[in-house]
T-cell receptor, first 116, second 111 residues
Framework: GENVEQHPSTLSVQEGDSAVIKCTYSDSASNYFPWYKQELGKGPQLIIDIRSNVGEKKDQRIAVTLNKTAKHFSLHITETQPEDSAVYFCAASRSAGGTSYGKLTFGQGTILTVHP | KAGVTQTPRYLIKTRGQQVTLSCSPISGHRSVSWYQQTPGQGLQFLFEYFSETQRNKGNFPGRFSGRQFSNSRSEMNVSTLELGDSALYLC??????????FGSGTRLTVV
């Protein structure tokens, strides 16, 4: 089955710095890669996603890049703010025929701390 | 619009008992997935339902089961609870493939 490795497990940055979290996946058939942010006491919140026919996607301070050949994708957060502090998860899944994106395989998570 | 609603938020059960958790997806969403989150194993996929049919199943024992109703609401059941079943159980719904929105989860504690 699919396996997703996420690094680093913890990341500490100063406010205004950039943060980068990296994930690798094992199943070359995976074609959907979402990123989630989870705050204490809440469920994961989708912050950005990318499909395998796209190499990069941006949404304000957040960007995701995908390298299908190397089977890795990364989350980039620029101009970090204290409210960006949370646990971030990458995930991968595939859709082919009747099988859906619904089976997400998650990385182990990155605890991001942004110091004021 | 309302998000994904999971009830109850917290639950304490005794070993050997069974439990049913409920999930109401976002209106119009027909796909519902369930995940178990623990500190040791992280987020693990349990199963996915679409139009009342189980479309995918994770690697969990048969004690874990689920169903989806015609209004897309879903329930999951765990029978013969074990201490290791203590976890946050999360439900997610989607209008189309991809873009899953999670609820806040049900915190299950087995004593």
């Amino acid at each position: 089955g699919e396996n997703v490795e996420q690094h680093p497990s913890t990341l500490s940055v100063q406010e205004g710095d950039s943060a980068v979290i990296k994930c690798t996946y094992s199943d070359s058939a995976s074609n959907y890669f979402p990123w989630y942010k989870q705050e204490l006491g809440k469920g994961p919140q989708l912050i950005i996603d990318i499909r395998s026919n796209v190499g990069e996607k941006k949404d304000q301070r957040i960007a995701v890049t995908l390298n299908k050949t190397a089977k890795h994708f990364s989350l980039h957060i620029t101009e970090t703010q204290p409210e960006d502090s949370a646990v971030y998860f990458c995930a991968a899944s595939r859709s082919a025929g009747g099988t859906s994106y619904g089976k997400l395989t998650f990385g182990q998570g990155t605890i991001l701390t942004v110091h004021p | 619009k309302a998000g994904v609603t999971q009830t109850p938020r917290y639950l304490i059960k005794t070993r050997g008992q069974q439990v049913t958790l409920s999930c109401s997806p976002i209106s119009g969403h027909r796909s519902v997935s369930w995940y178990q989150q623990t500190p040791g194993q992280g987020l693990q996929f349990l199963f996915e339902y679409f139009s009342e049919t189980q479309r995918n199943k994770g690697n969990f024992p048969g004690r874990f089961s689920g169903r989806q109703f015609s209004n897309s609401r879903s329930e999951m059941n765990v029978s013969t609870l074990e201490l290791g079943d203590s976890a946050l159980y999360l439900c997610a719904s989607s209008l189309q493939e991809g873009g899953y929105t999670f609820g806040s989860g049900t915190r299950l504690t087995v004593v």
